[in-house]
């Protein structure tokens, strides 16, 4: 062979590979690091089998970091991320300030309607959904079946907190370290008041009117709280003002809880023999009421959407597609069976027999289809939101008031002074924001 | 003849240097032990925790999902980048601040060391911008200019005041013996002051391996350094502490084993001068 055939050659090699190379798209994913999440960058191959054009690079951050780090980018439009994933309080908000690209446009086979209709509500503003949901949860009571039996006592399907209560008293045996009821006490507006306002609705209590004044100065607040309070510190466990999921999931694990209110997702974790000590020992019901039409569960899903500074919208369409279609919940029944499916977006998963089995499936669709975001409180109010009020303003506002509520519960402050300062705060910052004239 | 110390002393300062060295050693201590235990035992109460079974399934999970070396390169090149380019410019702003003082240098020291005072938050979004204009997003280069920007005040403080002690004479003299300006700072000032140049090199080595405001915020899946490493494995659901902790052991080892091995020059050069 020639020289110059050689370098001809050599040459049209590289002009090869060069092509390649520039036809590949590569998108970023922001995303934080929970179970399902990292479940799915382990089955990359099948979306690299689909299509080998797109190239997908992950960013993991913890989930405030991660909400700030988006935040500057989109506002700024960075263009750093191409999917990101977001909660349903962002995306209500986003997608109205014209931050995230509409997903109407998904292929047919997505079978948009098969999405939960609650779920989909969430992620829905004015007739556009903006991101496509990965996992959907709402809250349920998880309940330790042996104790409940030694008590001799029966878990309705549909408690009311008073059979919560009678059962917390029953489970309690302070001197064996096994508390009746754990709840969130943590502050924070993820933590303890996703907790609360849930709850709050139940009670009747609602964090503002058609007017937008808040109303930690009513009644039906000082109930919740009363109520709460009364659970915590007669069958809680102590220092419960520390304790958010995972503290919780910690003790419900070693089998300290008798109850745990907490998110459908983590039926997974306690019923996981690999982790839990009780993993048999598990039964579920939906969150309980107060009589008023209204329980006190919530409803929240971890959704992928593209923000608008994105230059790679077709590519992150075809991530999101391959994440959320239903092909995508039958490769992780395949490869790591039904109890790992990502639960809560879809309906045909909950007609699935195959998924039917799993003990905690039905309770979960129940509570998903027990919460209304778009009417979440006994009265009407003018905000969207079951556990939390979608205005930019409620992260601030929801860790300020959370931190008067857990320190109720450490018992450095009473509920009357904690419950005036909530009041106080709101009213100063809603009137700061222009809410209130 | 030397002094002598009274044994009772002696031992009751050996008793106060080693608790002071516990107590500040004991975070890290309790995050090694940690990440040598299960996600369960991990958050069980201390006594439960420590009688739990050691493990090294933490590091196992960690090496699997992560690319370490990826963010241990990335943390070198920026730490190791921002620290040599920062004293290029400092060594020469020092010299001259420290042996032909304006009337304004106090004033100029005074005024670098203020922009240390400002929340970095304040200028994220203005710098957030100027990296997009100028395509400086998750580079390393991006980086390495900032962390010089930010460590840069106290780079040029840390020398000002080790040159400070060198006798102007000394530099007189060669300039005597026809030394030109350059010759000067090299082969008479730098070598005077190894001690200091390496204690500030160090102590900015360590300053930029750990800053995680802007090595966080800057930067996605390209030119992430460790702290973007630890940051992944905090999760909103689920445990994490044994694999959060056996990230940052994985993190912090190699800083702080530079430090173990340098630790006489450190102190040395922390210690000589003004700043004690």
């Excluded at chain 1, 092509?19 to 089955?43: K, P």
């Excluded at chain 1, 930019?392 to 506002?397: A, D, H, L, S």
């Excluded at chain 1, 419950?419 to 709101?426: E, G």
């Excluded at chain 2, 201390?46 to 992560?66: K, N």
């Amino acid at each position: 062979m020639t020289f110059t055939l050689r370098a001809l050659l050599g040459a049209c090699a590289v002009g090869a590979l060069a092509a390649a190379a520039s036809a590949e798209t590569t998108i970023t994913v922001a995303t934080v690091n929970n179970g399902d999440m990292i479940r799915m960058q382990g089955l990359m191959d099948d979306f690299y089998a689909k299509h080998p054009d797109i190239k997908v690079e992950w960013v993991t951050l913890e989930e405030n970091e991660l909400r700030q780090r988006v935040t500057t980018d989109i506002a700024t439009k960075g263009g750093q991320f191409d999917v990101l994933t977001i909660g349903t309080y962002e995306v209500p908000i986003w997608g109205k300030q014209g931050w995230l690209i509409g997903l109407n446009d998904l292929p047919a086979e997505y079978d948009v309607d098969d999405l939960l209709p609650a779920i989909r509500g969430g992620l829905t503003v004015d007739g556009t959904l903006y991101a496509a949901p990965f996992y959907g949860e709402s809250s349920m009571v998880m309940y330790r079946k042996d104790l409940m039996e030694a008590a001799g006592m029966t878990m309705p399907d549909a408690p009311t907190w008073d059979d919560i209560k009678a059962a917390a008293a029953a489970m309690t045996d302070k001197s064996k370290e096994q508390y009746g009821i754990c709840l969130r006490g943590k502050a924070g507006w993820g933590e303890n008041m996703a907790f609360l306002t849930a709850m709050s609705n139940s009670f009747g209590a609602k964090w503002f009117d058609m007017d937008w004044k808040p109303q930690f100065d009513q009644q039906p607040w000082k109930d919740t709280l009363t109520f709460y309070l009364d659970l915590m510190n007669n069958y809680g466990p102590p220092g419960a003002s520390n304790n958010g999921f995972n503290e919780n999931l910690a003790l419900f694990q070693q089998g300290k809880c008798g109850m745990w209110i907490d998110a459908t997702v983590a039926a997974s974790f306690v019923t996981n023999p690999k982790d839990s000590t009780v993993a048999d020992k598990v039964g579920f019901a939906l969150a309980p009421d107060k009589g008023l039409g209204k329980r006190g569960n919530w409803l929240w899903a971890w959704s992928l959407a593209i923000p608008a500074g994105s230059q790679k919208v077709d590519a992150a369409k075809a991530f999101i597609d391959w994440a959320t279609n239903k092909d995508y919940l039958a490769l992780v029944a395949s490869k790591e069976g039904w109890a790992n499916v990502p639960p809560g977006t879809r309906t045909s998963l909950y007609e699935n027999p195959e998924y039917a089995k799993i003990p905690f499936a039905k309770m979960t669709l129940d509570s998903i289809n027990a919460a209304d975001p778009n009417n979440p409180t006994v009265d009407k109010v003018p905000y969207v939101g079951v556990q939390f009020v979608a205005i930019p303003e409620f992260q601030g506002i929801g860790t300020a008031v959370g931190q008067q509520f857990s320190a109720v519960l450490a018992g450095q402050t009473s509920l009357d002074d904690a419950l005036a300062a909530a009041q106080q705060l709101t009213l100063r910052e809603m009137t700061k924001a222009g809410y209130i004239k | 003849m030397a002094r002598r110390i009274p044994t009772a002393r002696k031992t009751l300062t050996t008793a106060a240097a080693w608790t002071t060295g516990l107590v500040i050693f004991f975070p890290i201590l309790w995050i090694v032990i940690l990440s040598f235990k299960s996600e369960g035992d991990a958050i069980a109460p201390p006594l439960t925790m420590l009688s739990a079974p050691w493990t090294t399934e933490a590091y196992t999970t960690v090496q699997e999902r992560s690319d370490y070396f990826k963010h241990f390169w990335n943390s070198v090149v920026i730490s190791v980048g921002s620290t040599l380019i920062g004293l290029a410019i400092a060594i020469p702003a020092a010299w001259a601040m420290a042996f032909v003082p304006g009337r304004r240098t106090r004033d100029l020291l005074m005024w670098m060391l203020s922009t240390k005072m400002m929340p970095a938050a304040g200028v994220l979004v203005p710098m957030y911008l100027l990296f997009r204009n100028f395509g400086l997003l998750d580079t390393r280069i991006g980086l390495v200019g900032v962390l010089t920007l930010i460590n840069l005040p106290i780079i040029v403080w840390m020398l000002y005041t080790y040159f400070r002690e060198i006798p102007g004479e000394i530099l007189e003299a060669a300039r005597m013996d026809g030394a030109t300006l350059r010759s000067e700072i090299l082969y008479v000032l730098t070598p005077m002051a190894v001690p200091g140049i390496a204690s500030t090199l160090l102590l900015n080595i360590i300053l930029a391996w750990n800053e995680a405001f802007w090595t966080l915020r800057l930067t996605a899946a390209n030119a992430a350094p460790l702290t973007a490493f630890i940051a992944s494995y905090s999760s909103p659901e689920g445990l994490f502490y044994a694999k959060l902790s056996a990230a940052s052991v994985m993190a912090i080892a190699p800083i702080l084993i530079l430090g173990w091995f340098s630790q006489k020059q450190l102190v040395r050069g922390l210690t000589f001068g003004a700043v004690k």
